[in-house]
């Protein structure tokens, strides 16, 4: 068990990585403002990239770097999304002054 | 909140400072019954024994095809030598070494770098636990904090944590990217809508939705403990954390009439490195995450544009003039 | 006409039901569009063509095999093969012999005269082509029933009868008693044709154990096989009775609801509710009829059980007395004929019972035209009745003096009942008389002498009460003065009505001459023993199966009792007469009321309630099966079907569209829910499970061990032990921190025999042993 501790391996690394992501899940299960969300969301993403680079790293010089260029593209890809996801908060806030998800139902039947 | 960053950092700091410290040296296979060589990748037992005669205590051998490789004297190794690596800790310092195709002789010692790793897997291991507690701790503020402001701070830390992760992977250029990207500008957007809003503070727990919130809850906590006793239950491989940065690539950088004369390699990981590789093969997506974000800057800017009226309203048809 | 006379491809004899069937068929498709006439016109003509191609088969082809002696083999014309099962056969078959050639003249010429007086009768009917449809229809089943030449085609015609009574007398459904009366018919007569069906069956089976492939129903297999042994074999269920009598009592049974004997006479009065010619021809002439037929159709089954004869008989007696003693209270001029039917019918099953088949197919031929008369002169009487304006055309409180105003009725009417009351020379006393001679002479093996004798006494009483309560009713009809308004204004009906009731007079009278008793010495002409000859040879003449040597059934009679017999009932009927006039000679008559209210109160409640038959049955059979119904409705039906079965499955389905609206309510957090769960569910279910074991390879003289300890987490932390030289126990190794052998890979040199791993689940400190066999090609000597 010590080992566990002392030895770092991927599996820790894999095991963090997995364990933001459930969290940023429960993140956007529990709460309603949207803003909270969001930030679950990019929890996740975060989460997505410690898995890729942790592959890289064990996979070293095996394999060609592009598990890094993999995450720089998903690090611009969620600014993007968090921008215009932040767009649509500051959107729908202008009309409804509150941004709590479960109220945002009048498409419903 | 303030005061807890300031422990946190506190403790960091601490812990870096331990690491650095020269340790007992027989840290790296500290209880060496785990540490098994055989399951090192194509070496035979008879190559492992040979090895571990010739350097005692070796472990992460592996056994493959050689590139070239510089050693200490600066010489240029090229062709395809069979060889045998191996990493050992010798005077409390890690070093990779390469052994002669029958693991009896060592050819060369391989960067043996006392870079930022250092030498001691156990200060490695403190550093991993705690940036991983910072990581989980601020995810789980974001997760569980009624301020928004509070949430984002936790996410801010969050992501430095990471960004250490992501050095102690020697992914050096992304942890920078991570810091500068992530906690220095979206969650600065993040704080900038949080100010518009100008309501800080929302419920911890959605008050409607409780089955599936209880579900998810459920289905979440067993999958996390699931995790673990995977983590627990597998074999550790090899303390990847000690282990020496993976050789980068080597690149021609002159050449004289057709013919390479000096070679560099990149550090795995460092930013010339992601460079080649981003501008090389990953060129295209390079391209289209420009025009991505091009697309995502119009986008916001039109969807959080508040309505004009003139400028907003339906074309008229235009009853003069060529269509 | 032989075997195989067709004409246009239907066998001739398959001809005489067909038609009517076919006048069925244009009254009931296309005649509501018709005119009256052609209605009429089809209707009769059918049966009337019916009883030409009858008349001729009979007189020409027929005669002529009887005068060969094969009368009673007859002529069989199949049409062909309907069932054929298994062993079982049937086919749809047609047979003349003399028997049947009585029954279908009396039918074809009894039904023509109805029909013919149906015109008139029911001219003013709306529905005036399904009655006439209805009633060819009746006479085609009949003519099936009659002529059919195995059971099965039989039952086709007991059954259609059946739906043709029906039919007919529910035929103004639009009162609602009407209707319960058609029902009360069909439901009554149902009960007999169960019984019909087992007797059937049993039959079958009997056949069936004399030889396999004989299993038939046919007439001729069943008479074949009847006087061989197996339908004296017993049935264990009666002990040393024979399978005859389980048949036949079954059969019975099934005649007594066709034919209205005790107990399940209890439709016929009801049954009055259908028009009058119905009555005439259903309940009087043919349908009734059928049961004495089908008897003396089996004479040979009924002649081999001496205890089915007797059941006949006693049935049959009862019936005749409690009739006769139901009639005497009835005020309804068309139930008192109801009463004397059934009366007469029992007359009839007296001479079945006694083996006088002859008997009773002669009282079957004579009640036919006598009752017919009756029954259509009643309805003439109520036609006028009605036609001035009556509103209880049947009470015959209400009539009287009516000899003058139907004077064509009143004739028949007379003859048709001195015929009933058994006064010579009229048909019914012949025929009565030769039952009562039968019933006094008959002397069934084992049984005393004696119980001819009381057949003969209870039979005597019978027809005294038949002569009184039918001379009751024409005295309180015709006889007196008119006691009501139309009484006083009807007038004789028209022709179409008048005719038919000449006819059956005239036969009411003459018919009687065909089968006059034998008397020693005296020699009569030839044809007034005809009937008794033609009949000879369709009927069994001895007992069977009744001990040693073979009985023959007419005892033997000497003049003076054949005479004494003959003048005994002449003064039963006179003196009924006489008592009927006495009493009621000028009408209702006081002392009859004050008797009525003294002394005789209770026997007149008794009669007037029809022994309370009805009563019984309702509270018996009726109401507790009411009960069971409504009770099955509302279990069965209205729960389990409609609320468990029905809405419970909408139910249900409700439920799990409820179930899975939650799933879809557009909350998008709730479908991550939905993905989370279904990630831990993977999670949780998937567990890859290679057992635990060790595989092997032999090298050389070295056997390389390699552990496999299967995939699944714990297995790679899973500590082993082996064992490689057999001793059983975990081996030890110096050079391992533990002490013993925990190596994966282990390599044995020149072992053969059994390797042992232990490995132990780290998680659940499961122990798991793996054995395996080592075989080792190379010699053990000299290998180290």
């Not at chain 3, 939650?662 to 999670?683: C, E, S, T």
Request: glycine share 10%; charged share 15%; aromatic share 10%.
């Amino acid at each position: 068990m010590t080992s566990l501790v002392w030895n770092i391996g991927y599996g820790h690394f894999l095991v963090l990585a997995a364990v933001l992501f459930l969290i940023g899940v429960a993140g956007v299960l529990v709460r309603r403002n949207a803003l909270i969300i969001l930030m679950s969301v990019e929890l996740m993403l975060n989460a997505a990239n410690v898995t890729l680079i942790a592959f890289s790293r064990m996979w070293g010089d095996k394999a060609a770097l592009s598990a890094h260029t993999f995450a720089l593209i998903v690090i611009a890809v969620a600014a993007a999304e968090a921008a215009v996801g932040l767009a649509i908060v500051v959107a729908v806030f202008r009309g409804r002054h509150n941004v709590e998800v479960d109220r945002l139902n009048t498409l419903r039947h | 909140m303030t005061r807890t960053l300031i422990l946190l950092t506190a403790v960091l700091g601490l812990v870096a400072a331990l690491g650095s410290a020269p340790a007992a040296a027989q840290d790296a296979p500290d209880d060496g019954t785990q540490v098994v060589p055989v399951a090192a990748s194509g070496c035979t037992a008879e190559i492992i024994g040979n090895v571990q005669q010739a350097l005692p205590g070796a472990f992460h051998l592996s056994c493959q095809k050689s590139r070239a490789s510089t050693d200490a004297a600066g010489r240029v190794h090229t062709g395809s030598v069979d060889a045998v690596r191996a990493d050992a800790v010798v005077n409390g310092k890690l070093i990779s070494y390469e052994l002669t195709a029958d693991g009896k002789r060592v050819i060369a010692s391989i960067d043996d770098h006392s870079d930022l790793i250092g030498s001691s897997g156990k200060g490695m291991a403190l550093l991993f636990w705690a940036f991983a507690a910072a990581s989980i701790a601020g995810a789980l503020f974001v997760v569980t904090r009624k301020n928004l402001i509070a949430a984002v701070m936790g996410m801010v830390g969050s992501f430095l944590g990471i960004a250490a992760i992501y050095m102690m992977l020697y992914a050096q250029f992304l942890a920078v990217v991570q810091m500068l990207v992530y906690a220095g500008a979206i969650m600065v957007l993040f704080v900038f809508v949080v100010m518009i809003l100008n309501r800080p503070e929302d419920e911890p727990v959605a008050p409607s939705g409780r089955a599936g919130q209880v579900l998810g809850g459920l289905a979440i906590l067993y999958l996390i403990g699931r995790l673990v006793m995977i983590l627990v239950q597998v074999q550790p491989p090899d303390p990847a954390i000690a282990a020496a940065a993976p050789r980068g690539d080597e690149q021609c950088v002159a050449w004289k009439e057709s013919k390479c004369v000096r070679t560099e390699h990149y550090e795995w990981g460092s930013i010339t490195a992601v460079g080649t590789d981003l501008f090389g093969p990953g060129l295209f997506p390079f391209e289209a995450i420009s025009i991505l974000l091009l697309l995502a800057v119009v986008g916001a800017v039109a969807v959080a544009r508040p309505l004009r009226e003139e400028n907003d309203a339906p074309a008229k048809v235009r009853t003069e003039g060529a269509p | 006409m032989d075997q195989s006379t067709t004409f246009a491809g239907v066998p001739a004899l398959a001809w005489i039901p067909l038609l009517p069937l076919l006048g069925a068929l244009i009254n009931l498709t296309i005649g509501r569009k018709a005119s009256k006439a052609f209605v009429h016109s089809v209707a009769l003509g059918a049966v009337v063509l019916a009883f030409v191609v009858a008349a001729y088969a009979v007189f020409f082809p027929l005669l002529e095999l009887f005068h060969d002696g094969k009368g009673g083999v007859g002529i069989t014309q199949v049409a062909y093969t309907w069932i054929e099962v298994g062993s079982f056969k049937a086919q749809l078959a047609f047979r003349l012999d003399t028997l049947s050639a009585v029954m279908i003249l009396i039918v074809t010429f009894v039904g023509s005269l109805i029909h013919l007086y149906s015109i008139g009768y029911m001219a003013h009917d709306p529905r005036y082509s399904a009655f006439f449809g209805y009633l060819n229809l009746f006479t085609g089943s009949m003519l099936i029933l009659v002529l059919a030449a195995n059971m099965p085609v039989m039952f086709i015609g007991w059954e259609g009868v059946g739906l043709c009574s029906f039919l007919l007398i529910g035929f103004w459904f639009e009162n609602e008693a009407f209707a319960s009366a058609g029902r009360k018919a069909f439901v009554v007569n149902r009960i007999g044709d169960f019984a019909f069906l087992l007797g059937m069956f049993l039959l079958f089976w009997a056949t069936q154990k004399v030889s396999p492939e004989a299993g038939s129903l046919d007439f001729a297999t069943l008479k074949s096989t009847a006087v061989g042994p197996s339908l004296t074999q017993a049935l264990p269920l009666w002990g040393n009775e024979r399978l005859a009598a389980a048949a036949g009592i079954l059969l019975f049974i099934g005649a007594c609801g066709k034919s209205a004997q005790l107990p399940l006479f209890v439709w016929l009065p009801d049954a009055m509710a259908g028009p009058t010619p119905v009555s005439a021809l259903i309940h009087a002439a043919t349908m009734v009829t059928a049961g004495v037929y089908m008897v003396c159709r089996l004479s040979f089954l009924y002649a081999s059980s001496t205890t089915a004869l007797i059941v006949v008989a006693t049935v049959g007696l009862l019936t005749a007395l409690a009739a006769a003693f139901m009639a005497f209270a009835q005020t309804d001029l068309k139930k008192v004929l109801a009463y004397s039917t059934v009366s007469q019918l029992g007359f009839m099953f007296v001479a079945a019972g006694t083996g006088n088949w002859t008997a009773a197919i002669f009282h079957l031929g004579t009640h036919a035209f006598f009752k017919a008369c009756l029954f259509l002169g009643a309805g003439s009487v109520m036609h006028s009745l009605e036609h001035e304006g009556s509103h209880t055309p049947g009470d015959i409180m209400t009539m009287g003096g009516l000899r003058k105003r139907l004077p064509i009725t009143h004739a028949t009417f007379l003859i048709s009942c001195l015929a009933i009351a058994g006064i010579v020379p009229f048909a019914g006393f012949f025929s009565k008389d030769e039952i009562l001679g039968g019933a006094f002479s008959v002397h069934p093996p084992g049984w005393p002498e004696l119980y001819g004798k009381v057949l003969w006494v209870g039979l005597l009483i019978a027809a005294l009460g038949t002569a009184f309560y039918m001379w009751r009713l024409y005295f309180l009809v015709f006889a007196g003065e008119a006691r009501s308004e139309p009484a006083k204004q009807a007038h004789e009906s028209p022709a179409t009505m008048t005719a038919p009731l000449v006819v059956l007079a005239t036969l009411a009278t003459l018919a009687g001459f065909i089968g006059l008793p034998h008397l020693e010495g005296v020699h009569l002409p030839a044809f007034t023993h005809a009937l008794h000859h033609w009949l000879e040879p369709s009927v069994t003449a001895e007992w069977y199966g009744a001990g040693p040597g073979v009985h023959a059934i007419e005892g033997e009679v000497g003049n003076g009792t054949t005479v004494m017999l003959m003048l005994v009932a002449l003064a039963v009927g006179a003196s009924g007469i006489a008592g009927a006039y006495l009493f009621y000679g000028r009408g209702p008559s006081k002392t009859v009321a004050q008797l009525v209210d003294g002394p005789l109160a209770g026997a007149y409640n008794a009669s007037k309630h029809k022994l309370w038959f009805d009563e019984v049955y309702d509270a018996i059979f009726v109401r507790p099966f009411k009960v069971l119904a409504r009770g099955l409705f509302e279990i069965v039906d209205r729960f389990v079907i409609d609320t468990v079965a029905v809405n419970g499955a909408a139910f249900v389905v409700g439920i799990f569209g409820r179930i899975s609206r939650w799933f879809q309510n557009g909350n998008v957090q709730r479908y991550l829910v939905g993905v989370v769960v279904g990630g831990a569910l993977v999670f949780a279910i998937t567990d890859c499970h290679d057992h635990a074991t060790f595989d092997y390879k032999v090298v050389g003289n070295q056997v390389q061990i390699r552990a496999q300890p299967g995939s699944g987490i714990e297995g790679a932390t899973a500590t082993i032990r082996w064992d490689l030289d057999g001793d059983g126990k975990p081996d030890h190794d110096p050079a391992s921190p533990t002490g013993w052998l925990e190596k994966r890979e282990v390599t044995v040199t020149g072992y053969d025999g059994t390797v042992t791993m232990w490995i132990v689940d780290p998680i659940s400190h499961k122990e798991i042993k793996v054995a395996k066999k080592i075989n080792l090609n190379v010699a053990a000597q000299g290998a180290k």
